[in-house]
């Protein structure tokens, strides 16, 4: 298999096992295996170029990653984002049902790269001994995660002091420690090597006025002669 792309396509590489050279939510590239990362200096982003070598490469993708496609086609624009993702469905692609799951056939060698694991389940296995492991690229797509009070809440007040506490500095501490990147600047992370603020494209919301058209064209490109 050869694999040979835009890697401003993707957000985040990991690789495990030769891996030389070289990070955020999704639209990773992660890898598992005799693979090399080509930086072409001094040609910039656009010239990167990620190069797999082996009798039995699979490209992983998860099945679930809607959100990356939207994001991607808006920020590549429709025409060349669908004509990467019709060349990203070309590499004997294999699609795993979720991003953990993802992470750890990876790290047991089912396939040897996934585009879309996320870089903090990738650090975690690494302190667990996992040969895998990550670089950033461009765009990295960063999922929202908000809080939200019902409007018929019986106890709206302590839900209130709830939320506070999540935004506040102890409550994002919590969340950091899991690995995870918060929106405080004020609260450490537990894998400093994630904190990509260049290079991260937060998920455009309003895409999900046009769930029907993205879902439709994601099934087709993705899901083409599957049931």
Not at 153 to 167: D, E, G, T
Not at 168 to 179: L, Y
Not at 192 to 217: G, T, W
Request: charged share 25%; hydrophobic share 40%; aromatic share 12%.
């Amino acid at each position: 298999m050869f694999v040979e792309e835009d890697c401003r396509s993707f957000g985040v590489f990991a690789a495990g096992g030769d891996f030389g050279g070289g990070r955020g939510e999704s639209g990773f590239l992660v890898g598992n295996g005799g693979l090399w990362w080509n930086d072409a200096q001094g040609r910039g982003r656009r010239e990167q170029r990620v190069r797999f070598f082996g009798d039995n490469a699979v490209l992983a993708f998860d099945s679930k990653d809607m959100e990356w496609f939207a994001n991607m086609l808006k920020i590549m624009g429709e025409e060349k984002g669908m004509e990467f993702m019709e060349k990203l469905v070309r590499q004997d692609l294999r699609l795993v049902s979720g991003h953990s799951l993802g992470a750890q056939l990876l790290a047991a060698g089912e396939f040897y790269i996934h585009v879309g694991v996320f870089p903090f389940r990738v650090e975690l296995m690494k302190e667990d001994g996992a040969p895998i492991d990550w670089v950033p690229l461009d765009p990295v797509i960063a999922y929202a995660k908000p809080a939200s009070l019902s409007a018929k809440a019986p106890h709206p007040n302590a839900a209130k002091l709830l939320v506070n506490f999540l935004f506040s500095k102890e409550g994002q501490g919590v969340i950091a420690k899991f690995g995870r990147i918060t929106t405080r600047s004020d609260v450490p992370a537990r894998f400093p090597k994630m904190r990509i603020a260049d290079k991260v494209h937060p998920s455009d919301i309003s895409l999900a006025e046009d769930f029907a058209k993205y879902n439709k064209k994601f099934r087709k490109t993705f899901f083409k002669g599957k049931r």
